[in-house]
C-alpha cells in the first residue's frame, strides 16, 4: 500500500509564493518520478513539475522561472516551491509518485487547494 499525503496550499495574493509537500509512504521502487499536476473543473490534468530520485526535472513552460521542485535526499518526498503566483496558478495540484520500471505503477495524492487572488 502506498499513500501520499500533501499540504501546503492555501489563498495566496497575486506576486505571492506558496510552498507545496508531499510525501509517500510504502514500497516504492527505484527508478521513480515524484510529480505535481494541477486541475480546474472542467479542463484536463496538466503536469506541473516533476523530478526523479536521480535528480532530473522537467517543468510546464508556464511556470519555468517561477516554480522550483525538489525532493528530499533519503525520502519519497518532494516539495514545489511556487513564486510569483498568478490567477491562473489557480487549481487543485496533486501529487503524483511513478515508478519508472517493471510495471510503472503510479499513486495519487488527494490533492490540494491553490487559490490566487486579490
Known amino acids: 500500500q502506498v499513500h501520499l499525503v500533501e499540504s501546503g496550499g492555501g489563498l495566496v495574493q497575486p506576486g505571492g509564493s506558496l510552498r507545496l509537500s508531499c510525501a509517500a509512504s510504502?514500497?516504492?521502487?527505484?527508478?521513480?518520478?515524484m510529480s505535481w499536476y494541477r486541475q480546474v473543473p472542467g479542463k484536463q490534468r496538466e503536469l506541473v513539475a516533476g523530478a526523479t530520485n536521480g535528480g532530473t526535472t522537467t517543468y510546464d513552460d508556464s511556470v519555468k522561472g517561477r516554480f522550483t521542485i525538489s525532493r528530499a535526499s533519503a525520502k519519497n518526498t518532494v516539495y514545489l516551491q511556487m513564486n510569483n503566483l498568478k490567477p491562473e496558478d489557480t487549481a487543485v495540484y496533486y501529487c503524483n509518485i511513478r515508478e519508472l520500471v517493471g510495471s510503472l505503477r503510479g499513486y495519487w495524492g488527494q490533492g490540494t487547494q491553490v487559490t490566487v487572488s486579490s
Open positions: 510504502g514500497s516504492i521502487f527505484r527508478p521513480n518520478r
